[in-house]
């Protein structure tokens, strides 16, 4: 290797050392301040397909510190430190008009939204999920498994290749087994070829269902959008073929697509019941139980029509939804118009139940104890 090779070697060898050294800082201070990421809403409209941008403080690089000099060296005369050249403009203005405080500076970095999942699942001590069943539409997957007559010459197949040379050397009579010399022709080589094959893969449809009445504010529907975007995060790293579907309901329900269901400002009376219904009808048409992984969240300030249709729900709960779900969700987003007497029915029917987790979010702050509630039992 000639020098100047080895130079390139050990230059491209420390970029990527600084690199992950960045890297490292960088996933540290996403890690010091990811409460206070979670329970902000500012990082949805940051989201890309694979990437979120994240506002992180500003890194500061370590320096060399010079000690005092001893005696005269370049450099020396009159003036203090940081005095213009003369001839040059000192920058900063007047400083009789400066400001006396340091100033803010934030770095934007993309991160993949698979680390930020991992992250997330540290910080929070959230268990693996335990996929069930296999959906009906399998993913492709190469080997290398078939024989072809062409091919490049990295994937010749030696074995074949002789093989073939020495059925056509005894077909022709020419074959000597007291002196087997076996020289293949263009007509005996073969290669490996590769072939798709279907492989199962596990995939998990996520349900979520927000109630849009009047008694549920802004600021309760942005906790749930918020709250949605790190669910989102959490099952995509858990799941490959991750499927989303928005329901919205005050009195009636209906299914939204989800840049309606981050934006949406609806208002109106609350009946629990329909959105219930419009989910098993989803699941029912598109989602087989037996090959999905099923995830409904609920969100709600717990006020509903009347007690009757919340027995309703309690009783599509118990006979149709509890026994096709992986686990149902319930987030109550507190509301100084809600009664949150969903909530106590909730525990008081189903304090056994398993497959229901219902959680309490006060505020912003709460999102980040819910998140690590829901997902809890690995399920």
Known sequence: MKPEDYSKVFTMSGIKRDHGRFKDIVS???RENLKKFISNGELIGKKGDEFVSIPIPSIELPRFAFGKNQGSKMGQGKGNPGDPVEGEEQEGGDPKEAGNEEGKHELEVD??????????????????????????????????????????????HYKRTYR???????AAGIYNPENPVIIPHKSDLRFRGWAETPRPQTNAVIVYIMDVSGSMGDEQKEIVRTEAFWIDTWLQSQYKGLQRRYIIHDAVAREVDENTFYRTRESGGTLISSAYKMFLDIIHKDYPPQQWNIYPFHFSDGDNWSNEDSQLCLDLLQNEIFPIVNQFSYGQVESKYGSGQFFKDLLEKFSEQERLVACRVQNREGIYESIKQFFATGR
């Not at 190469?142 to 072809?148: F, L, V």
């Not at 073939?164 to 005894?170: G, M, S």
């Open 164 to 170: 073939e040379a020495l059925k056509r050397q005894i």
């Open 111 to 156: 991160v993949s939204l698979k680390e930020l999942a991992e992250m997330m699942g540290q910080e929070l001590g959230l268990p693996r999920i335990l996929p069930k069943g296999s959906h009906d539409i399998d993913s492709k997957s190469s080997r290398y498994k078939s024989i072809h007559h062409v091919g490049p010459h990295s994937l010749r």
């Open 28 to 30: 540290g201070k996403i």
